[in-house]
């Protein structure tokens, strides 16, 4: 039997791990991948999904059916009872922002279980934003933040570390951080075996030789959000003027063009600065397409300048499909990216006074998401000779490329594949669950009133003339069944989504009222009679005084 500490109910929803259905971006591909590989790697005796209703439990299961063979229980549990993930203490939530549920976990105490979230992109406003909520919400030091690289490990404490900064100036005292281990992402490395029949499909269809040399990306093509294609059409017009007689440089894009405007600055790119290069698109939602430029090109590229960029599945999924890797030394490329499988990029940007300007436009929303990236990308450099030369370098090597991917197929599956990755999460769960239960053996940890969730009628008792007291009162029946299925008739409260109170529960307590005859009950009668929580007979009651289907005694 697999320990339960090491595993963890995953918070579903499609938007954190279906790009089929919400559109592909890099936070969902890494999602659905993680999935898969959970399914088919993790050792549990089950699989719980957290989800807001049915629907989601439905694709949680759809998902996991499509995976993998394992026939392992699949426990659906509602977002707003997470107990019943229970002997599993630990909720896997696809974002770092996880202060939402910390505040759902307050109404259980903090020692109820450990929340384990993750980092995608760090850049944006909402994710900035939501580690300072973190950090004020009932976040517990048995909590984790997993950090993809060792760059984004040192950006979000960094991010927390500001946060601390104004919570000490105000307050005088900040919480324990959560943990934050660097677990990289995965991939499953089977589904990136090179296919020599897809490699002849390509090359026969662009009509390239042995000897032509194709230079590919697999990405979003962003110009704003991505990489700036400009210094990398520069490069390879240059080291295509290095090139012998007989061997031809092409460049290939396969991804998804974010607008007209991304379509337009790469392909003016390609005609400005490397008319002797040709360029060639793919449709990046095609899983054919995809197959065939991992199989059917030479050299893979991923000169990131941008920081919505965090971690590069590209680059691995390239390393695992055998192809030499030139990425600029950026984010998490500089844990994956190592010298025997390719070569990395020098980077130079300026210093925080530098852009000071663009941190308070995008604050102000005089800057979008897209012109802060764009202008931040604007002042990254990836060293032109050094890109130049790396193109050269692999073009005119095919023994170095060679052995470049064969390396990069090793490192792939032996570094990167789900199988290795997902272990080392499953110590990550233990962990939390170990610590969290160590810990609150000593604290005291009730339930607590909760600031971004109060009881409705604690917040506005000031409204009504009175509270009502346990019990409500003594009442006496005024009407039957029938005069209540009137008024829910006419009062329509389903059509909202939802009743107050379920239907058979108001017809309970209207019987055991009439039940009582002329000398009345109360609601700690009803309930103790009908074995009804208490709390709920007495909105019941108040509903029926409403309507007067009861009165008072």
């Avoid at 929803?13 to 890494?30: I, Q, T």
């Avoid at 694709?59 to 063979?69: G, I, K, P, R, V």
């Avoid at 696809?94 to 992109?121: D, L, V, Y």
């Avoid at 998401?369 to 990836?382: F, I, K, V, W």
């Amino acid at each position: 039997m697999a320990d339960p500490l090491r595993n963890a109910a995953i918070f579903y929803a499609d938007d954190g791990y279906s790009p089929e259905k919400m559109g592909v971006n890099g936070r969902r591909v890494a999602g659905a991948s993680f999935l898969k590989g959970f399914f088919r790697h993790a050792d549990v005796d089950e699989f719980i999904s957290l989800t807001q209703g049915p629907k989601g439990a439905a694709s949680f299961a759809e998902l996991y059916a499509s995976a993998t063979d394992r026939k392992l229980p699949h426990r659906p549990v509602y977002s707003g009872a997470p107990l019943r993930m229970r002997p599993v203490e630990t909720l896997y939530f696809p974002s770092p922002n996880f202060g939402a549920e910390c505040w759902k976990r307050q109404r259980f105490g903090m020692a109820s279980h450990a929340i384990c979230g993750i980092t995608h992109t760090t850049a944006t406003q909402a994710v900035m934003r939501g580690l300072l909520d973190l950090r004020t919400a009932p976040q517990a030091p048995w909590d984790a933040i997993i950090c993809t690289s060792r760059a984004v490990h040192a950006a979000t404490l960094r991010n927390i570390e500001l946060a601390d900064e104004h919570l000490l100036q105000r307050f005088g005292a900040v919480p324990p951080k959560p943990l934050m281990p660097i677990i990289p992402l995965g991939i499953n490395c089977d589904e990136f075996t090179p296919d020599p029949q897809a490699r002849r499909d390509l090359r026969d269809r662009m009509g390239w030789g042995d000897g032509d040399i194709v230079v590919a990306t697999l990405s979003r093509l962003l110009p704003y959000g991505k990489f700036d294609p400009g210094p990398l059409f520069i490069a390879l017009e240059r080291a295509q003027a290095r090139m012998p007689k007989g061997r031809t440089l092409h460049f290939l894009a396969c991804g998804i063009y974010g607008d007209s405007h991304s379509q337009n600055v790469f392909e003016s790119c390609a005609r400005a600065f490397m008319p002797g290069v040709s360029y060639h698109h793919l449709d990046g939602a095609d899983a054919t397409a995809r197959r065939e430029t991992l199989s059917g090109t030479d050299i893979f590229t991923f000169p990131i300048d941008n920081i919505q960029e965090t971690f590069g599945l590209a680059p691995i999924e390239a390393m695992a499909a055998g192809l030499p890797v030139i990425t600029s030394d950026w984010d998490g490329m500089r844990d994956t990216v190592s010298e025997d499988v390719g070569i990395r990029i020098p980077t130079l940007t300026v210093g925080p006074d530098h852009t000071t300007p663009e941190a308070w436009r995008h604050l102000h929303g005089g800057l979008t998401y897209q012109q802060y990236g764009n202008n931040l990308s604007a002042m990254t450099e990836l060293d032109l000779r050094a890109m130049t030369e790396a193109i050269v370098t692999l073009a005119l090597d095919d023994g170095k490329r060679r052995a470049m991917g064969m390396a990069g197929r090793k490192r792939a599956r032996e570094a990167f594949d789900w199988a290795s990755i997902i272990p080392r999460m499953q110590d990550l769960w233990a962990e939390q669950g170990a610590m969290r239960r160590k810990l609150a053996e000593t604290a005291h940890d009730a339930p607590r009133p909760n600031p971004v969730g109060p009881a409705p009628t604690d917040l506005f008792r000031s409204y009504p003339t009175r509270i009502a007291a346990p019990g409500v009162c003594r009442a006496v029946a005024k009407g039957d069944d029938a005069a209540l299925d009137k008024v829910l008739a006419a009062r329509r409260y389903d059509k909202i989504g939802g009743i107050f109170e379920k239907t058979d529960t108001l017809h309970s307590v209207l019987g055991a009222i009439v039940r009582a005859g002329q000398d009345g009950t109360d609601a700690r009668a009803v309930a103790s009679a009908i074995k009804v929580n208490v709390l709920t007979v007495e909105r019941a009651w108040v509903f029926l005084l409403k309507y007067g289907l009861i009165e008072r005694v």
